[in-house]
């Protein structure tokens, strides 16, 4: 697949899928959730990160990662030397699914079925087409199924590289949210996501890491 020519078409480019994603209704979650949730960041750029689908937090601004973990995944950037403005952020599913807990006050995060995940590949998949990464790190088994297909499995093939029929190289690690979960064991966790990510970041050729 080309290469946009010049960031300013390329931006104009994903405003036009944000647009239409907004409009999307392939699924039943836009019922509930706020409403769509799209990627950002530089475009093109070497690096797309996708998660699983946003969260509470993420619903509510209308933008991904800005939650806590987000806010963990931006350490853990740091602390693999990656730059955070230069890294594209996006989720394979763009609305939030959730059940309300039973107090009423917090909606809880459910996992998205297979059906919604595939109404949504369309979008990520147009995402790839004008971002032109080099690298798509694949945080957690919800993105990594929906590009990997659902045989793959990150507790036994994560910061292995895969290349995509676009030539782009996939590497799958755990979802920042597993690292707030854990308990005794939190740094080990935590330590494994950043080793992940300097993985990840060292597929991206030299010369682009700078784009």
């Excluded at 990627?39 to 797309?48: I, K, N």
């Excluded at 689908?53 to 806590?68: A, I, L, N, S, Y």
């Amino acid at each position: 697949m080309p290469r946009p020519a010049a960031r300013g078409e390329a931006s104009e480019a994903l405003d036009g899928v944000r647009g239409e994603a907004g409009a999307c209704k392939d699924c039943d979650l836009w019922e509930h959730a706020t409403g769509t949730v799209f990627g950002e960041g530089p475009v093109p750029t070497s690096l797309m990160l996708m998660g699983e689908q946003p969260g509470d937090h993420e619903d509510r601004e209308g933008r991904p990662f800005v939650g806590p973990a987000g806010r963990l995944l931006d350490k853990a950037l740091a602390d693999a030397s990656i730059d955070r403005s230069s890294v594209y952020l996006t989720n394979a599913v763009k609305h939030f699914k959730f059940v309300p807990a039973r107090n009423g006050k917090v909606r809880v995060h459910k996992t998205p079925t297979r059906a919604e995940v595939g109404a949504c590949r369309q979008w990520w998949e147009r995402e790839l087409q004008i971002v032109q990464p080099a690298v798509l790190g694949l945080l957690g088994a919800t993105a990594a199924q929906a590009v990997l297909g659902p045989a793959f499995r990150v507790s036994k093939q994560r910061a292995e590289p895969f290349e995509l029929p676009s030539g782009v190289i996939a590497v799958a690690t755990i979802h920042p949210s597993a690292v707030l979960r854990a308990r005794e064991e939190r740094a080990e966790v935590y330590a494994g996501l950043v080793s992940d990510l300097e993985t990840i970041a060292s597929h991206v050729p030299a010369a682009r890491r700078r784009s």
